[in-house]
């Protein structure tokens, strides 16, 4: 009796050592791999020009500036309606709430009728809705739908985990795309929840597709992505279930045309749409793995091409060659501002924490920051350089961008397009203050902030030492 419990006490010790050691392996094979930050390749940085993002004649390609999330929101419904052969939709987080559904009935509606549907997500944050959605699972056991997954989550290879497909974009045939900051859910898209994010995306309409445009660079990342064996295919079942979710998907499509009818019906995208001399893709490499950063080396490189640069960002959390450039930039002459949300607006508790402690040494570089302290938290991503680029898309000014995920930005050259977001920017810089090297304030004209906890300021300089020595990965 006594050697039987025994017995049982070594096995559970046993159980227990060995749940220790895959935590500890766990934790350090998603850690170490990182640890090492890559520098851009001297291939890379030899073939980047930055003047070739430049033309001094009218292109083909047209935009539009999406901030509303309503608007948002049309949009998709205005693309997919206009989609007669294919459509792609591509996503780091689709949650099926009331948006994420509006989107799928939306994109069950193209299946329908023909169109060839092909719909990528990440594979770490969307992984999970997925296997619970019956929506999910309906659009994907339509035969006109192809669902990929970018990087599965891994437990074997947690290292894996960290490479994260952080791209949002829509394509329409070889017409259009819609490309930003935004995820497909409520705190993007539609008037559906209380406390919804600010964020920007970017209509681009080619009036003579050619491949060598950003459409076509677009159309052929997207294929280089999707053709990764790191990209695993997601077939739903057609069970009775399936169908009997598809007709009320579909159902809820046409409610959908009576509750915003302005969104179904015919476009002038030549009136609603802004002229450009040229409208270029950047991106990072696909693979997910620890990446070199080029997408962040071209902004540099572009920065430098003007006297003065607004960068537009969530939250700020730079490596010590992220700074370095920012000094270079400014040494060489080149103004740069920061525009990012004040501590008590930010919705990222670590990019929150980490600004509070890193606020000297931004500074340091010579950049001027300004703290947007609007009534919702800011998501925009984007630049202006000079007075003729404007840059927006994905990429947050932190680590993670530059060398862990796969972005895309939208380089526009177009001074009548920039006019229209100095106008939208310098909005949201009314609403912020601008931080001075001896830690005061100077407020704009519609700044309305609001008093922080104290409480809460403590927890998060406690959040942000706790999370230093892994803030590359956050």
Same mark, same amino acid.
């Given at each position: 009796?006594?050697?039987?419990?025994?017995?049982?006490?070594?096995?559970?010790?046993?159980?227990?050592?060995?749940?220790?050691?895959?935590?500890?392996?766990?934790?350090?094979?998603?850690?170490?791999?990182?640890?090492?930050?890559?520098?851009?390749?001297?291939?890379?940085?030899?073939?980047?020009?930055?003047?070739?993002?430049?033309?001094?004649?009218?292109?083909?390609?047209?935009?539009?500036?999406?901030?509303?999330?309503?608007?948002?929101?049309?949009?998709?419904?205005?693309?997919?309606?206009?989609?007669?052969?294919?459509?792609?939709?591509?996503?780091?987080?689709?949650?099926?709430?009331?948006?994420?559904?509006?989107?799928?009935?939306?994109?069950?509606?193209?299946?329908?009728?023909?169109?060839?549907?092909?719909?990528?997500?990440?594979?770490?944050?969307?992984?999970?809705?997925?296997?619970?959605?019956?929506?999910?699972?309906?659009?994907?056991?339509?035969?006109?739908?192809?669902?990929?997954?970018?990087?599965?989550?891994?437990?074997?290879?947690?290292?894996?985990?960290?490479?994260?497909?952080?791209?949002?974009?829509?394509?329409?045939?070889?017409?259009?795309?819609?490309?930003?900051?935004?995820?497909?859910?409520?705190?993007?898209?539609?008037?559906?929840?209380?406390?919804?994010?600010?964020?920007?995306?970017?209509?681009?309409?080619?009036?003579?597709?050619?491949?060598?445009?950003?459409?076509?660079?677009?159309?052929?990342?997207?294929?280089?992505?999707?053709?990764?064996?790191?990209?695993?295919?997601?077939?739903?079942?057609?069970?009775?279930?399936?169908?009997?979710?598809?007709?009320?998907?579909?159902?809820?499509?046409?409610?959908?045309?009576?509750?915003?009818?302005?969104?179904?019906?015919?476009?002038?995208?030549?009136?609603?749409?802004?002229?450009?001399?040229?409208?270029?893709?950047?991106?990072?490499?696909?693979?997910?793995?620890?990446?070199?950063?080029?997408?962040?080396?071209?902004?540099?490189?572009?920065?430098?091409?003007?006297?003065?640069?607004?960068?537009?960002?969530?939250? =700020?959390?730079?490596?010590? @060659?992220?700074?370095?450039?920012? +000094? $270079? !930039?400014? &040494?060489? #002459?080149?103004? /740069?501002?920061?525009?990012?949300?004040?501590?008590?607006?930010?919705?990222? =508790?670590?990019?929150?924490? @980490?600004?509070?402690?890193?606020? +000297? $040494? !931004?500074? &340091?570089? #010579?950049?001027? /920051?300004?703290?947007?302290?609007?009534?919702?938290?800011?998501?925009?991503?984007?630049?202006?350089?000079?007075?003729?680029?404007?840059?927006?898309?994905?990429?947050?000014?932190?680590?993670?961008?530059?060398?862990?995920?796969?972005?895309?930005?939208?380089?526009?050259?177009?001074?009548?397009?920039?006019?229209?977001?100095?106008?939208?920017?310098?909005?949201?810089?009314?609403?912020?203050?601008?931080?001075?090297?001896?830690?005061?304030?100077?407020?704009?004209?519609?700044?309305?902030?609001?008093?922080?906890?104290?409480?809460?300021?403590?927890?998060?300089?406690?959040?942000?030492?706790?999370?230093?020595?892994?803030?590359?990965?956050?």
């Amino acid at each position: 009796m006594f050697g039987k419990l025994l017995w049982k006490i070594r096995w559970k010790r046993i159980i227990l050592l060995a749940l220790l050691f895959f935590l500890l392996y766990f934790i350090l094979a998603s850690i170490l791999p990182y640890l090492t930050q890559k520098k851009v390749s001297a291939a890379y940085a030899e073939s980047f020009d930055p003047q070739e993002f430049y033309s001094e004649e009218l292109g083909s390609e047209r935009v539009l500036c999406v901030d509303e999330n309503l608007d948002a929101l049309l949009w998709r419904f205005r693309l997919m309606e206009q989609a007669q052969k294919e459509l792609i939709y591509v996503s780091f987080d689709f949650v099926d709430d009331t948006s994420g559904t509006d989107v799928i009935a939306g994109l069950l509606s193209a299946a329908e009728r023909g169109v060839q549907v092909k719909l990528l997500v990440d594979g770490f944050s969307s992984t999970w809705i997925l296997w619970g959605s019956e929506a999910f699972q309906a659009l994907a056991s339509h035969p006109n739908v192809e669902m990929k997954i970018y990087n599965p989550a891994k437990l074997i290879k947690p290292w894996r985990n960290q490479a994260r497909l952080h791209d949002k974009y829509v394509i329409v045939d070889n017409t259009m795309y819609l490309l930003g900051g935004r995820n497909t859910s409520d705190y993007f898209l539609g008037d559906y929840h209380e406390k919804p994010n600010i964020d920007r995306e970017i209509l681009v309409y080619d009036t003579a597709p050619s491949n060598d445009h950003s459409l076509g660079q677009l159309k052929s990342y997207f294929s280089s992505v999707w053709n990764l064996p790191d990209c695993k295919s997601y077939a739903g079942k057609d069970t009775p279930k399936a169908q009997e979710t598809r007709e009320q998907l579909l159902q809820r499509y046409e409610d959908l045309k009576q509750t915003y009818p302005e969104a179904f019906t015919s476009t002038d995208w030549i009136g609603v749409t802004t002229e450009t001399n040229k409208v270029s893709l950047l991106s990072n490499p696909v693979e997910p793995v620890n990446k070199e950063p080029r997408l962040w080396h071209s902004l540099v490189q572009l920065m430098q091409t003007g006297d003065t640069v607004l960068i537009q960002t969530p939250y =700020v959390i730079c490596s010590n @060659d992220m700074y370095t450039d920012l +000094k $270079t !930039i400014q &040494d060489a #002459g080149t103004q /740069v501002s920061i525009l990012t949300n004040s501590p008590e607006s930010g919705a990222n =508790v670590f990019g929150t924490s @980490d600004f509070r402690l890193e606020r +000297k $040494t !931004i500074l &340091d570089t #010579g950049v001027n /920051v300004y703290e947007f302290a609007g009534h919702r938290s800011n998501h925009t991503k984007g630049l202006l350089i000079g007075n003729r680029l404007s840059i927006i898309g994905s990429f947050n000014m932190d680590m993670r961008s530059a060398y862990l995920d796969t972005e895309l930005m939208v380089v526009v050259d177009s001074e009548k397009f920039q006019t229209q977001m100095q106008s939208i920017v310098g909005e949201a810089l009314s609403q912020s203050r601008k931080l001075q090297p001896d830690g005061t304030y100077t407020y704009g004209e519609n700044y309305t902030g609001k008093n922080e906890n104290p409480i809460v300021a403590v927890i998060s300089v406690l959040l942000g030492l706790i999370s230093r020595p892994f803030r590359f990965l956050l």
